[in-house]
């Protein structure tokens, strides 16, 4: 079934496609893809503070593995050692600064997909899907990661520092992450965090549309629209969640060197240097496991609630034949 078109205001192609010329009219208007920023928004904001007591540990076994050895007795010692507030650590900057890069993220990538679609033309966009759901998901990174790098450089700092050497409350972190040149605030973690963030993104949405399409090519094989909303949200969970486990292993390497970048001990040094000394197995094996269930969990849930919001809106579920 072909895509609805629909009008897009001038405003809308002034702002977000000024630099494409386009083959033919843009598929969605200026309200659908309000609600895909909304819905971004909510799906990776919601679901990355909800796991932060998941990402204290991880980024604590990740800049000192011989302390923390394990999730369960990583939460123990910092619950032992801070109460339950230490594993809650960092959570406002994971609030705030994954709700502005969902709502990039998710939200963009409706854009760029459209406006690549459109350069491409629709024969085109048939025979090259896949190079268009990666194109315009490391197209929306781009952008997510520029408004997420501050609050991610104070979450980390924040989880990460020793008891008593820098503030937990969200403001007072931020205060003194600006006051410091040391920290390199706001944009000191941006080039790894590209690294992290882009390859993640890419496997996200490239292997959820791909999961998607396999379950309705083989699994489901009459039209999307005769399955019940149920199915269709258990289809988006499930390969939201082996999207993430493939997510989680591509980017791995770069989320422990984002971790380490915020460690007091490796202050002025470069990612570069970092690397060369800590090496690439460690950094792609230390607090794997973790992540792994971590990720799957998070993009499962992220792409749930995504697709509920989008099925609440009238815009039905993401992905198909």
Known sequence: MGRQVCPVSPTLRALSFSSFR??????HD????AKAWLGGALACGLTHAGITPLDVAKCNMQVDPVKYKGLFPSLSLLVKEEGQTGIWKGFGPTLVGYSLQGMFKYGLY????DAYMNLAGEEMSNKYKPAIWLAGSASAE???DIALCPLEMTKVKIQTSKTGTFPTSFGPALAQMRANPETRFPFGSIVPLWSRQIPYTMAKFFFFEKIVQLFY????????????????LGVTFASGYLAGVVCALVSHPADSLVSLLGKAENKGKSAGTIYREVGLAKLATKGLGTRVVMIGTLTGFQWWIYDSFKTAMGMGTTGGK
């Open 30 to 33: 200026t309200s659908y893809y």
């Open 217 to 232: 090519t083989h699994v489901y094989t009459q039209p999307k629209e005769s399955y019940s909303k149920t199915t269709q």
């Open 22 to 27: 386009f083959a033919g009219p843009i598929p």
């Open 110 to 113: 409706e854009v760029f997909k």
């Open 142 to 144: 781009v952008f997510a």
